[in-house]
């Protein structure tokens, strides 16, 4: 996935490269512009520039094509049917498990989920719709020390195996030095290579 001269809001212009299945971290002050790059990526917030998956560009797909591959899970994840089930491509495939969930888990209603269950139940939800591109917004805030841990293994090796290229904005230092191939920073408008955790 390749940005070029992306503007957004504040930020200077940004043209970067992510490889297939590399995982980039990006991290920033609150408030720095970290998810409204996501979001022009996934061609949801207004950009200058543009952006390529492969040869396709995105100002030639419709936008919900383009968010099908380019696949943005937000920090606050919005669920729209009533069971778990209702939201997921194919079957998990006993994914859930991985993740902490007993079998049966697609029957589950959306109402009694927890935000970390919602958490990893958007990263599954991605993982059923099978995109090309992942851009992940804080996807383990809401989770304790060992469900981050079983998470962080899962999307890399997800991203690995798929060949994703992936952008993971992360607050965590410990996860940035754990799971990012390159990190980058938004420091005084500008996004900037972070050699020291990668
Ligand atoms: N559509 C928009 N139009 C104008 N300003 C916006 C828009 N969306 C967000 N902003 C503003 O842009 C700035 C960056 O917001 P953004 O959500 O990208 O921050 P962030 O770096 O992800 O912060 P945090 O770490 O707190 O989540 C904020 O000041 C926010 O209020």
């Known amino acids: 996935m390749r940005l070029a001269e992306l503007v957004v809001g504040e930020l200077a212009p940004v043209s970067l490269t992510v490889a297939p299945g590399e995982i980039l971290c990006l991290s920033g002050p609150s408030g720095s512009g970290k998810s409204r790059l996501l979001r022009a990526i996934a061609d949801l917030d207004a950009h200058g520039g543009e952006i390529w998956l492969g040869e396709l560009c995105q100002s030639r797909v419709k936008g919900h094509c383009w968010r099908g591959w380019v696949m943005l899970v937000p920090a606050d994840s919005q669920w729209w049917g009533e069971r778990v089930g209702d939201h997921l491509g194919r079957g998990l495939d006993g994914q859930g498990e991985a993740l902490g969930f007993p079998a049966g888990v ?3 209603q ?14 599954l939800r991605a993982w059923s719709r099978q995109p090309r591109a992942l ?3 804080e996807p383990t805030a ?3 020390p060992q469900l ?3 998470t962080e293994a ?10 994703l290229p992936v952008i993971w904005i992360s607050h965590d230092p410990g ?3 754990r799971v990012a ?7 005084d408008n500008r996004l900037e290579r972070d050699h020291g955790s990668d």
């Open 154 to 163: 899962w999307i890399r090796h997800w991203a690995r195996q798929a060949g």
């Open 142 to 144: 809401n989770l304790d």
């Open 148 to 150: 981050t841990g079983k």
């Open 135 to 137: 851009l992940l917004d």
């Open 110 to 123: 959306v109402s009694r989920l927890s935000s970390g269950e919602k958490q990893r139940l958007a990263l």
């Open 175 to 177: 996860q940035i030095a």
């Open 106 to 108: 697609e029957d589950w």
């Open 181 to 187: 191939d390159r990190h980058y920073r938004i420091h």
